[in-house]
């Protein structure tokens, strides 16, 4: 099979173009033919390298799978060969204390695919077969592949985490995002109110299509004192952001008093400066989010199956062009996915 491999860090010319022997499903595992792979920061992250963390490379990336089942392995029970299907990205080991409430996503061996083991950069792939849910048929392949980490994600982080309620005042940094676009849907369904930031103007116009009630272009406002003027000085109870470094210290200071910070990522650097009296005097908290739970990922599926939840997508190229899509993934040029096809 025709795949895209990573044997070793570095620039766009790490992304091999190999052919494969097709994988052979083990027992509780699914074969998918691959119609779709969306690409993530985390394809990035793979390519790139990140200090003080190993991926087993070499390395198929891509965890955003949407394609056909093609052959099951020993024991499959609800799986059938020709089922239209979309993948749910990240695993745990299915035995531990944490899987069995449910939250398999802390579970101590969670992986995601294209990350600890191979995606679906490639014609075909093999997965669990609790990871397989069948594709809305409302959705064509490449939309069903642009919502499962983008929506877990901004769904855990929103609705779990936060525990967003009707009335509540958030802010969302990267609208343009695939995480970005996802929270400021799934905010509007639960009644709050968005402030959104974008880095561009043309992000800017599709942000308020998207649902937005208001949105800044970081590059030209003082998103902080923009949002204390639009909440009278209060603040917002929720912000969102995984931009990191060049926005969380003035995230925290958004906030109201009792308010709180919730991340997923650091696109724009690791490192956290604030002011720690901000963070007793006003009892704010700072909460941390990676991915969500499988039946998490079921609720997001039945609200997309509704028409209520949208994905969007900026691009779709062949798979011989995923060295492009890293690059605009990678430039912010983005709003919404970006689509590779075998």
């Known amino acids: 099979m025709r795949s895209v491999v990573i044997r070793e860090h570095g620039d766009f010319d790490k992304l091999l173009f190999e052919d494969r022997p097709v994988p052979e499903p083990g027992p509780k595992e699914v074969r998918i033919r691959v ?29 955003d799978i949407a394609g056909v089942v093609d052959a099951l392995g020993a024991g499959v029970v609800q799986a059938k060969v020709g089922d239209e299907a979309v993948v749910a990205p990240g695993f745990g080991c299915g035995v531990c204390e944490a899987c069995a409430d449910g939250d398999d996503n802390l579970c101590p061996q969670y992986g995601i695919l294209g990350e600890t083991r191979d995606g679906g950069c490639a014609e075909f792939v093999v997965v669990p077969e609790r990871n397989v849910l069948k594709k809305p048929k409302n959705l064509s392949f490449e939309h069903a ?50 402030i959104a930031t974008v880095g561009s103007d043309a992000k800017q116009a599709k942000a308020l299509a998207l649902g937005a009630d208001v949105v800044m272009n970081y590059t ?3 998103f902080a004192k923009e949002v204390r003027a639009l909440t009278n ?45 901000l963070v007793f005097f ?28 949208k994905p969007v997508i900026h691009a779709v190229l062949p798979l011989d062009q995923v060295r492009e899509a890293h690059r605009i993934l990678g430039d912010r040029e983005v709003f919404g996915k970006v689509i590779v096809t075998p």
Not at 45 to 53: A, E, F, S
Not at 181 to 186: L, N
Not at 294 to 303: A, I, N, S, Y
């Open 35 to 63: 119609k779709a792979c969306a690409l993530n920061h985390l394809d990035t992250w793979v390519r790139r390298g990140v200090p003080g963390h190993t991926f087993p490379l070499p390395m198929i990336p891509g965890c």
């Open 145 to 194: 592949a642009a919502i499962p980490l983008a929506f877990l994600t901004a769904w855990h982080m929103l609705v779990v985490r936060c525990r967003i309620g009707a009335g509540d005042d958030v802010l969302i940094h990267a609208a343009g995002s695939g995480v970005g676009s996802a929270a400021v849907q799934i905010a509007k369904l639960h009644g709050a109110r968005v």
């Open 220 to 222: 030209q406002v003082d």
């Open 233 to 277: 000085k209060r603040g917002v109870r929720i912000a969102m952001d995984h931009v990191g470094q060049p926005t969380i210290g003035q995230s925290i200071r958004c906030l109201a008093k009792g308010g709180m910070v919730v991340t997923c990522g650091a696109t724009g650097g690791f490192d956290l400066v604030t002011d720690l009296r």
């Open 282 to 309: 006003k009892s704010l908290s700072i909460l941390g989010s990676t991915m969500g739970s499988l039946g998490e990922l079921h609720d997001v599926f039945r609200l997309v199956e509704q028409g209520k939840l």
